[in-house]
């Protein structure tokens, strides 16, 4: 009877990680990472492929036409601009351009932000976009692979998610126990 509890209390804390885990709603995110160094000027352009206009989600128009726009983001690149100026840029044009639900910040793989490293998210639907340099030098960005501080569950309202559960989980098994007893 013992072993059912553990099991169902693990089963239990699974399930809450999961929960804790999973995207809110329906969120699209990409991170990016800048390196390089510009030796000219020039315009570093994001086209932003937005599928779904709406906030309630990609199909919309008549007959459940999908609508699909695109937006241009254009950050203004200087002679000797470097990474994570270029992040920086990034961030603030797309704040900047006011595109319904979208939004852009540093992310934070080791703790501290990182000014190369701009994370651009969309509350619901789906995106995609693409890049351009006109400006001269090695200066690109390149999608990065999300880091634990992107996970949801490591994130603190997670984190205190989870130890709800488990301190909830802690006090019912406390109960039962003293019942049967």
Same mark, same amino acid.
């Given at each position: 009877?013992?072993?059912?509890?553990?099991?169902?209390?693990?089963?239990?804390?699974?399930?809450?990680?999961?929960?804790?885990?999973?995207?809110?709603?329906?969120?699209?995110?990409?991170?990016?990472?800048?390196?390089?160094?510009?030796?000219?000027?020039?315009?570093?352009?994001?086209?932003?492929?937005?599928?779904?206009?709406?906030?309630?989600?990609?199909?919309?128009?008549?007959?459940?036409?999908?609508?699909?726009?695109?937006?241009?983001?254009?950050? =203004?690149? @200087?002679?000797? $601009?470097?990474?994570? &100026?270029?992040? *920086?840029?990034?961030?603030? #044009?797309?704040?900047?351009? !006011? +595109?319904?639900?979208?939004?852009?910040?540093?992310?934070?793989?080791?703790?501290?932000?990182?000014?190369?490293?701009?994370?651009?998210?969309?509350?619901?639907?789906?995106?995609?976009?693409?890049?351009?340099?006109?400006? =001269?030098? @090695?200066?690109? $960005?390149?999608?990065? &692979?999300?880091? *634990?501080?992107?996970?949801? #569950?490591?994130?603190?309202? !997670? +984190?205190?998610?989870?130890?709800?559960?488990?301190?909830?989980?802690?006090?019912?098994?406390?109960?039962?126990?003293?019942?049967?007893?």
């Amino acid at each position: 009877m013992r072993t059912h509890r553990h099991l169902w209390s693990a089963i239990t804390a699974c399930v809450a990680l999961a929960i804790a885990s999973a995207p809110a709603h329906a969120q699209t995110a990409q991170a990016t990472k800048a390196s390089g160094l510009s030796t000219g000027t020039g315009t570093f352009s994001r086209t932003i492929i937005d599928i779904g206009s709406e906030p309630n989600g990609p199909i919309t128009g008549p007959f459940g036409i999908m609508n699909v726009q695109s937006n241009v983001v254009n950050v =203004p690149v @200087t002679n000797n $601009m470097g990474p994570a &100026a270029l992040g *920086v840029a990034l961030r603030d #044009a797309i704040n900047a351009a !006011g +595109l319904p639900g979208y939004s852009s910040r540093l992310t934070a793989p080791s703790g501290a932000a990182e000014s190369d490293r701009p994370k651009m998210t969309r509350q619901t639907g789906s995106f995609s976009f693409s890049d351009a340099n006109s400006a =001269p030098g @090695t200066l690109t $960005m390149n999608a990065s &692979a999300f880091t *634990v501080e992107d996970a949801p #569950a490591t994130s603190t309202p !997670g +984190l205190l998610l989870l130890g709800a559960t488990l301190a909830l989980l802690v006090w019912r098994e406390r109960r039962r126990s003293r019942r049967s007893a």
